[in-house]
C-alpha cells in the first residue's frame, strides 16, 4: 500500500531521496537505488514502480555526489578557437556523438584566438574538476603553461587541429605540410609561375606548415618565392578583401593564389571580381578547409577537404578510452587524418 503524500509540498520544500521513494513504496531504499540504475536484479514491474514514483515525487539524481564517490565529474572540457566556424562546429559535433554516448558532459568555451582567454578558459575547467580536456590552440598562444596544471593532477589533455607536440598528450591533426605542397603542386602543374600565398598566424602548426608545404612545392619546381608573394592575415572576411585590394596594387601581378582557409579565399575573390579581375582567367583561385562557402561562391573553389567530425569522434574516443583506462594516449602521441585535393572551377583554365 503506498503511503499518501502531499506530492506538491514535496517537490517545492525538498529536495526529493531515495529513502522517501522508498518510504512511499513501502520497500528498502537499497531496492529503489538499483532501481533507478537499471540494476538486473530487480524485476520489471519493481522497476516500472520505482520510475513512476521518482517521477511523480520530484526526485532527481544527484550526480554530483555520486561523481563525488568515483573521484570522476563524467565532464569533458573542450576549448575552441571560435564557435562560428564551420569546421570546429563538425568537430564539435563529432566530440559529442562519442562522448554521449559514453556518458560523458562537454563544457564547450571559444578562446576568441586570444591566448590570455585560452589560459581563462583553461583555469575555469581545472577548477570545474573535468576528467580531462580537448583543445584547439588559439592563433596568437606562445606558450601552453596554463595546461601544466592539468598534466600535474594526471589530467589528460588531447590536441586537435591546431597542436603542440608534446610528450604527455595525444596530438590529432592531418599533413598540413604534404596537403599545401598538393594544392601549390596542383597550379604549378596547371601552368602558373607566380603564386601567391595567403597565409595565417606561423605561431601555428596549421599556417606554418602550409606555408612550408608552398614553398616547398615552388623550390622543387625551380620557382622563385619572393616576399611580396606571401600575405599574411588572420584570414578573415575582411582580410579577403584587404588582399584582393593588396593583389590589385602589385605591379607584378601572381597568376595564381593559395589561401590557408577558405573563407579570405572566398572573400579575396569576390573582391577582385569587384575590380574587374576574372577568375580563373586572370589568376587561379585555392583554398583550404572546404567550408560550405567554398561550393557556393562563383566560381566553385579548388581546396582540401579534411574530416572535421571524424577529427572530433577520434579526439574523444581516445581520451575517454585512457579515463577508462583501455589505452594511454602518452604511448599513442599522434594521429594524422586523411586529407583530400577537390578540384573545382576556380582553378581550371
Known sequence: MFKSYNIVCMKQDKEVTIYDIADYLNISAATVSRGLKDHPTINKKTKKKILEAAQKLGYRSNAFASNLRTKQSKTIGVIVPRLNSYFMSTVIAGIESIANEEGY??????????????????????????????????????????????????????????????????????????????VTQHLIDKGCKRILHLGGNVNRNVYADRLAGYKAALKQAGLPTPDNLVFFSNLSEDAGVEAANYINNLKQKPDAVFSANDTCAAYCMIRLKQLGYKIPGNFLFAGFNNDPISKVVEPNLTTIAYPGYPMGQIAATHLINHLKGIADISSTNSVLLRHELIVRASTQK
Open 105 to 182: 558532459q562537454l563544457i564547450i568555451s571559444q578562446s576568441q584566438e586570444d591566448e590570455q582567454k585560452e589560459a581563462a578558459n583553461a583555469i575555469t575547467l581545472f577548477n570545474s574538476r573535468v576528467d580531462g580536456i580537448m583543445v584547439s590552440l588559439a592563433a596568437n598562444t606562445k606558450t601552453t603553461d596554463h595546461f601544466k596544471p592539468f598534466l600535474e593532477k594526471n589530467i589528460p589533455i588531447v590536441y586537435f587541429d591546431r597542436v603542440v607536440e608534446t610528450p604527455d598528450s595525444l596530438t590529432i591533426s592531418i599533413d598540413n605540410y604534404k596537403a599545401a605542397f598538393e
